[in-house]
């Protein structure tokens, strides 16, 4: 049945894979399609990035496999979804054969985990070795020799090699041995101590990311942390969808459903009130740790609090409503499996509509390669000038060249070079004050008429404007 589950997984991921590119994929795209590794991780560390070096190294490598817009994704989809077994596999060991199937599910149809699952950054990377660091933990501490220990060190150093927020998870894992397995706890250190070695020596380069991303404002545009943020972020990490309100994804009834799924088993486990079982305590440790750690992270320093940043839990939660449902009774056990799941089987429908889709940028581009004639300029009159809609988008995936402007729908070198070769395209981001058709100044309406306009759905909805010169193209 895990297999089965696993193939569900990709079969879910794949459409993703040949989405356009879009938002923070381009930082990585900069990143990988570099020509040597030593250039690869020069740019992680000195570009702006604010994330550790694993995930762009392990793309890096499968750019080289064909069309690096697409590629360079392969390791999130592949890890991604070996993620659902690995979840099967710890559950099968923690909270139960049940509570894993049901968990493992969970994250096979989890629209979160499908979106991160796709995307060129290294949120599914940091899932996969979470899940595989306490597998392996668990695994070392059931049986003898240094190789398992050595095995968990190497998985713990993927986790934080991944993500910073990783250590969340390596921090609870430690209490959870110093509590439950105090017998192995020397065995433990010094594979800890392994993992801090490894770490130490980049360390200078994650206090330089740091204060780079302080600099540039990445970190403060994340904020600001409330209680009520929290909450919104980590139900969105188990049941949403990263760009869609929770009203829309899954939906207010779907949330219902997976409280309600979760109560049965809650309320029955409960009433045989007993002492937790050590693995129930380590899986529901690992589910709040990045919200917790999170949270504490914000408090202390700047806030890091969005959604994404928790992704190292989200196997954990799938896990624990798996063990939620699983400790129903028995004749309520399929039922409430049923709550649990139906949730994400709406949220992954309701996330694979147009209007939460990847911007189409290739669909754009080809458009534009299309209808352009020489010279003719375009215009981005994104609100976000140094990242918008052309700047590291739609370049990509010209094959023609073409005059960009980026000056608002004013810029006058824009509309006058239009004038001498015919026309100008417009590319205009769908949201706030941008919604619907630029409006030009009189003097520019007189001048130019609207000929075409294409609407491209997306959960960042872009439209294209083609205006034509009302005067005759200059010859030659």
């Given at each position: 049945m895990a297999g089965v589950l696993t193939l569900v997984a990709l079969v879910l991921r794949l459409p993703g894979l040949q989405e356009s590119l879009a938002g923070d994929e381009f930082f990585t795209y900069?990143?990988?399609t570099r020509a040597s590794l030593g250039d690869v991780l020069d740019e992680v560390r000195d570009a702006g990035e604010n994330s550790p070096p694993l995930f762009f190294v392990l793309s890096w490598l499968s750019a080289k496999l064909g069309d690096p817009t697409t590629t360079l994704r392969l390791p999130s989809l592949v890890l991604g979804t070996a993620t659902v077994p690995l979840v099967y596999l710890l559950g099968a060991r923690s909270v139960g054969r049940l509570a894993g199937l049901v968990g493992a599910a969970v994250l096979a149809l989890s629209p979160f985990a499908v979106f991160y699952s796709v995307e060129a950054r290294a949120y599914a990377t940091l899932s996969f070795f979470a899940v595989a660091s306490t597998l392996a933990l668990l695994c070392a501490l059931e049986g003898r020799g240094w190789r398992r220990w050595a095995l968990y060190a190497l998985a713990a150093l993927g986790v934080v090699y991944s993500h910073y927020t990783g250590v969340f998870v390596l921090l609870v894992q430690a209490a959870w041995v110093a509590w439950a397995h105090r017998d192995r706890l020397k065995q433990a250190a010094l594979a800890w101590a392994a993992v801090v070695l490894g770490f130490v020596p980049y360390l200078p380069?994650?206090?330089e990311q740091r204060d780079q991303a302080a600099d540039v404002g990445i970190i403060e545009f994340l904020g600001p942390f409330t209680l009520e943020n929290l909450v919104k972020s980590s139900v969105t990490l188990v049941a949403g969808y990263p760009f869609a309100p929770l009203r829309d994804v899954p939906g207010r009834l779907a949330l219902a459903l997976l409280a309600l799924g979760a109560c049965i088993g809650l309320v029955s486990a409960l009433l045989r009130a007993g002492r937790p079982k050590p693995g129930l305590v380590l899986i529901a440790g690992l589910a709040v740790a990045t919200p917790l750690g999170v949270s504490l992270a914000s408090q202390v320093g700047r806030d890091i609090l969005v959604a994404r940043n928790l992704s190292a839990s989200l196997p954990f939660a799938a896990l624990l409503l798996g063990a939620a449902a699983a400790a129903a009774r028995p004749r309520l056990v399929p039922l409430a499996a049923a709550l649990v799941l139906a949730p994400m089987a709406i949220g992954v429908v309701a996330a694979g509509s147009d209007e939460h889709r990847r911007t189409p940028y290739d669909d754009i581009a080809q458009l534009i390669d299309q209808r352009a004639r020489p010279g003719d300029p375009v215009l981005d009159v994104s609100f976000i000038q140094r990242s918008g809609p052309l700047t590291r988008t739609l370049l990509t995936y010209f094959e023609q060249p073409h005059d960009v402007f980026r000056g608002g729908i004013d810029d006058r070198a824009a509309w006058r070079q239009g004038e001498r070769s015919g026309q100008v395209f417009v590319v205009s981001l769908q949201v706030g004050s941008l919604r619907g058709q630029?409006?030009?100044?009189?003097?520019?309406?007189?001048?130019?008429?609207?000929?075409?306009?294409?609407?491209?759905?997306?959960?960042f909805p872009v439209a294209v404007f083609v205006y034509e010169s009302v005067r005759p193209a200059a010859s030659g």
């Open positions: 900069d990143i990988v380069f994650f206090f630029p409006k030009l100044e009189p003097e520019l309406q007189r001048r130019f008429r609207l000929a075409d306009s294409r609407y491209y759905a997306a959960n």
